[in-house]
């Protein structure tokens, strides 16, 4: 069996078994590099090159981390959930109005999640600055916080697969357009939304899903666990500190558009705080040490992901796997549509990052696609469907690491059973079978 199926297949396993991600990445990397072909020095070797690969997402979140935190201590949280809370109580007897209160937060929150794709692109570092003053709201709800990781990873993903503006322009132009190009594509004129709008419908029917039936009803969170890290006391507000609040969103937002850093533009927003005097000089070192060891979990995920990657890569059984593939398909179209989204699957999950799966794939996808007779559009389909496939539900992806990051702050959602699984469930079975469909009508 091919080497990079069984090294995902052990991160999947151990992570399922509640062993920590960190350590699942590390014994899967060996695992897959041995079995590849590497001997242990080698796996080693690119293993610890995969590591500074991670190493600038990683101090992003620490910083983000810690500017989550400067937020919390200016009241806004306090001020937030205040705000919610009084309307949440108000309505406590009328089920239509919880309903509505729901329905209005989940609503917000997916729009925020989209807009962070393409109207304003700043991918998920909104989540741990506005999502945590929101869980005495959704404790008090009683909204399953399965569901809020759903509506973030719809957001998240949705948007760059279908809509080519911000990161969609990126992924659908600049990495999928080109590489398919570059594979032997004909250019022609492709209406890309056209092309992706069947996979994007099985998001929205999986986020459906998970809403209506899956995650509707109540539950129950410990509401002391949350007030201790969201709902301190001493954390007074007022008019001025909001405004400071504001402003530094303001100026991280801008200077990480500005120069594309996540770091730089937590960095000046916890600076703000810092000089304008709402979180104390003395206290600042303490304070950005409780942000990033809010983060530090996520951050080591993500640098263990991209040795994973590395290693990999550097064994060429991705490129086996795919070759494997195309000998087993022969002259089905049915057969290879299935098959081809299959292997991006696989890829995805291990690798974390769909923007990365596409170079891989596209060099053999398309002469296989255009040899079995698929269209152009077919095929434009086939590969960015393949390509997303697999980064909501897996553990070292960005779209399932940011919700956790946000919903776990008291502890209370893990990362593998309420972020991982359910978004697996949800988007990668409706877009498997979605995408195959489109496939097969285009």
Not at 157 to 164: A, G, S
Not at 167 to 176: A, E, R, V
Not at 280 to 298: P, S
Not at 363 to 380: D, K, R, Y
């Amino acid at each position: 069996m091919n080497a990079i199926v069984i090294a995902v297949a052990v991160v999947l396993g151990l992570s399922l078994l509640r062993v920590n991600v960190v350590i699942a990445l590390i014994l899967a990397t060996f695992t897959g590099g041995l079995l590849g072909g590497l001997d242990m020095q080698q796996t080693l070797e690119a293993f610890n090159k995969g590591l500074g690969n991670g190493a600038p997402v990683a101090l992003s979140y620490a910083l983000l981390g810690a500017f989550a935190v400067a937020i919390s201590r200016s009241g806004v949280a306090n001020w937030l959930s205040s705000h919610l809370l009084n309307k949440v109580s108000r309505s406590e007897e009328a089920q239509h109005k919880q309903l509505l209160l729901k329905c209005l937060l989940l609503g917000t929150l997916v729009i925020m999640a989209i807009c962070s794709q393409n109207v304003l692109p700043i991918h998920i570092a909104f989540i741990p600055l506005i999502v945590p003053p929101l869980l005495l709201v959704m404790n008090k709800l009683k909204l399953d916080r399965r569901a809020v990781a759903c509506v973030l990873t719809f957001g998240l993903v949705t948007p760059y697969m279908f809509m080519p503006v911000g990161f969609g322009s990126i992924y659908l132009k600049d990495i999928l357009l080109a590489n398919l190009h570059t594979s032997g594509l004909p250019e022609s004129e492709i209406n890309l939304m056209h092309a992706m709008a069947l996979p994007a419908l099985g998001m929205l029917v999986g986020l459906v899903i998970a809403l209506v039936f899956s995650y509707r009803k109540p539950r129950s969170y410990d509401m002391a666990k949350t007030e201790a890290v969201e709902g301190k006391d001493d954390e007074q507000h007022s008019k001025g500190t909001l405004a400071i609040a504001g402003l530094a969103v303001v100026v991280a937002f801008i200077l990480q558009l500005w120069l594309d850093s996540m770091v730089l533009g937590a960095l000046a927003g916890f600076i703000v705080f810092s000089t304008s005097g709402v979180v104390k000089w003395k206290k600042a070192d303490d304070l950005f040490t409780e942000g990033m060891k809010m983060m530090a979990a996520i951050g080591f995920i993500m640098i263990a992901a991209a040795g994973f990657a590395e290693v990999m890569r550097e064994t060429g059984q991705i490129n086996a796997l795919v070759t494997d593939v195309s000998d087993i398909i022969g002259n089905s179209k049915a057969l290879g549509a299935l098959l081809m989204l299959f292997v991006g699957l696989i890829v995805t999950m291990g690798v974390g990052s769909s923007f990365s799966t596409v170079p891989i794939i596209a060099a053999i996808f398309v002469p296989l696609a255009m040899q079995l007779g698929f269209s152009p559009m077919a095929i434009v389909c086939l590969v960015g469907t393949a390509g997303a496939l697999g980064d909501a539900g897996s553990p070292a992806s960005d779209s399932t690491l940011g919700p956790t990051a946000g919903l776990n702050v008291d502890g209370q959602h893990n990362h593998i059973w309420d972020s991982v699984v359910p978004t697996f469930l949800h988007y990668n079975l409706p877009l498997l079978a979605f995408g195959w469909l489109a496939a097969m009508v285009l």
